[in-house]
């Protein structure tokens, strides 16, 4: 069973992602070491004692949609109350709406625990979170004072109501329709498919946000508003009211997150109210919608990332507690009795190992993220730009990397297992399951590298990636410099990985400057890819470099090898398809006709 | 009601390592914890608080770092917190260590309001003495409940506390006045979480800091070092002796077959074992 990790968790962010820094230096205002101890050791047991032991069954149970109320699996709907009971929900939420205003540090470290525990459970608070974040931007002080303190409390959950049949990646198209009313609300008309947890039997209301297209609005992206549309009216003293004009249609069957409802929501069908169209309050300006979504985006990016990371660290756990169990054959050099656990077969430790590097490399760039989130909040002027470009530059990657990492860490995890692996009572299946999802939404992985390449490296004309690599390149030398034993080749293989970062990076800038698009689109993906790996090798070493006696410091030298001698050598092979491959995939093409 | 727990920041005994070469133990690196003891008594005065009402105060003797342990009772709803700490108490046995803590006790009294019910754990994990409560209750002159389980009910306008105490072979339940003294075993099973409303409470509330002095104590030789008769001698690990465990065959054989051959083997090994068991079979 999933354990929360609370103490490499804390070294991560301590160590390695910059809250040391950022705690010394005061940006974190009056936030001590102590309490980040706290709030991670608590925000662990939780998900430990409570969410994970229901993660099995949510996903046996599922929720299920009988008689147009979704019912959620088992001892969900309990956990979900003492969850908000804990005061959970409101970590980073603004004080004056009853949150704690915590650093976004904490938040991904404990997205990435109750995640870990069960990703469908955790998915819930992600997207009232998003929506929280979205109204308090941008929305009226009257929404804001309506929706906010239910929303931060949990008593109401938001859902995130994107998504449309022909509108997926591509939300310009999509169709839903708002017409204004004299009153200054609107009433909403349309269908939105993939909304996650858009009904459920948790709270008494919950709070959608809808985007939507006024009659008179330009087309494509620039036509397109942000509704909020609740379930239930609220009235003028806070308590509830009419049933408005909206319902959950179907769920989805889904291949992982059962315990999630993944909803077909029915706006202004007539099915409630007195005039036909769901009731909606206009968040930010018309036409201005996916402005007002995009603020919130990054957040919502690094979340899924998390999910990614939690993932990835469960089924780690997981198939090593396996592999010290099982035995079977004799493994070189085993001179014990009988047939040796199979952690002791080389190709089973070469796999834990890159599991255990993948998980904690993309926990590193994630929680990276999240500090440079951080910082652009705390700084000022020039440094707070420097911030905001780190963190934007993170985001894709942090999501992409991570989520690949889920999904690639828990197959492993699967073959670790054998054929228990794929025998669902084990519980390594589900992870795959599970994790299959996050490279998918909240942007594809595509869609992130597409980001990353056209507009990521372009920022500060380039100037931003390459002070970053520069940065990374200190911390190379300075395992160079080191005087400490075991990091083996991990200089030389961090280089000729930074060396390839550098080079994949120059070429992309230049075919995006030079416009040429098609060439730069081919490799995105692999850049990506590169990227995270080079980040990878460097954080473990940013890790294995820190000062801290804890009797840990040589595994973290010991991982850190291992990930540059046996991993990095990929990112050459990366390079080349980044700055080689976009002629053969053009001719290749026709293969496809 | 008030309610005093003492509790003592411990290693983390599940990681302390002895030095294979040296033979020492190896404290560098390993986390403290609050000693699960004092943890358990802990829950058991924060459930007698929330259902009797009153406050629970925490209190411990230790250097400035055992603020740690005081701030994490105080996330689990503990309502105030005093650290004892002095370099005169530095080197403290039992002796001493019961002493300083008795007088801080009867300073709280004086402080805040006289304790109705004293908490100590049955032992620590690394001192491991079980002397701490019974010594604390012999000085305040309190009853003392040792290797209590379970607290069955508190009578408080009769001054009356009833608890279960295990002890070998079967459970005592025995009925005392207040006030008390009670050294606790793993009673709860679960001890609660702190939510983050009480995390951030605990990190922003004050700890009450005691020297000696402040502490009500003025016989400083009572403290310490010079307070403590027992010095420890020596540190060792013992040497493991070797045996290789012996594996029986119990594909053809009857239960009974296999329990004579046990014993017989043992006898082998052991022949006073059987001297003595069959004298004293027929004495
Ligand atoms: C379980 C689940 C929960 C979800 N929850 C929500 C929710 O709560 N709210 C919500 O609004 N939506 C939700 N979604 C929808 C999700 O965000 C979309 O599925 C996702 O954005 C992809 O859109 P699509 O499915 O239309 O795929 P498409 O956009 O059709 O993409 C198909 C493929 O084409 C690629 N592709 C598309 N466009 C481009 C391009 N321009 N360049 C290169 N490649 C491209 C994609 O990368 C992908 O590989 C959910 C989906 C699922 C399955
Ligand atoms: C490695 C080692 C070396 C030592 N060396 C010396 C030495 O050189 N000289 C010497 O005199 N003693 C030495 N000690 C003894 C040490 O000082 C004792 O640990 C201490 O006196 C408390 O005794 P105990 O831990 O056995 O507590 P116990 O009697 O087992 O504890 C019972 C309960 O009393 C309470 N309690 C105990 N201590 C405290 C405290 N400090 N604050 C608050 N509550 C407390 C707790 O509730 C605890 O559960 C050594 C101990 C160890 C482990």
Redesign the pocket.
Known sequence: MYKAPVDEIAFTLKHVAGMGDALQSGALGDLGEDLVDAILSEAGRFATEEVAPLGDIGDRQGSRLVGGKVQTPDGWRDLYHSWIGGGWNGLTAPEAYGGQNLPHMLHVAAMEMWNAGSMAFALGPTLTMGAIEALEKHGSDALKATYLPKMVSGEWTGTMNLTEPHAGSDLGVLKTRAERRDDGTYRIFGQKIFITWGEHDFTDNIVHLVLARLPDAPAGTKGISLFLVPKFLVKADGSLGERNDLFCHSLEHKLGIHGSPTCTMIYGDGKFGAEKGAVGYLIGEENRGLACMFTMMNNARLAVGMQGVAIADAATQKAIAFAKERTQGKAPGWTGQGMSPIIEHPDVARTLLTMKALTQGSRAISYACAHAVDMAHAAEGEKAKYWQERSSLLTPIAKSFSTDAGVDVASMGIQVHGGMGFIEETGAARYLRDARIAPIYEGTNGIQAIDLVTRKLPLSDGAHVRGFIGELREIASAVRASNRNGFGETAARLDAALDDLSAATEWLIAAVAASKLAEALAGATAYQRLFGLALTGVYLAKGGLAEVSDAKEDQRIALCRFTAENLLAETAALKDRVVNGADSLAVARAVLA | MHIV????Q?PDSAQIRVHPVTNT?MRQGVPTII?P??LF?LEEALKVRDHHGGEVTV????PPMAEEALRKALTYGADRAIL?TDRHFA????L??SFA?SQAISQIGNSFDTPDIV??????I????????P??AKRLNLVQLTYVAKITSIDLSARAITVERRSEGGTHVLKSELPCLI??LEGTTVIRRGSLDDALRAARSEIVKWNAAEAGIEDITKCG?RG?P???KR?FAPTPREQKAVQIDTTEKRVHDIANELVASIFTHQPALQHELSSAGSA
Do not use: E, P
């Not at chain 2, 727990?5 to 003592?8: E, H, L, M, Y």
């Not at chain 2, 908490?119 to 620590?124: A, E, L, M």
């Open positions: 727990v003492c509790i003592k411990v133990i000693n003891y004092d008594a209190l411990t003797m230790g004892l080197g403290s046995d039992t001493a260590t803590l908490f100590t754990g049955k032992q620590t690394d001192g491991d003495t079980a002397q701490v409560g010594g604390i050294t606790m070092l403590s027992t010095v420890v540190v």
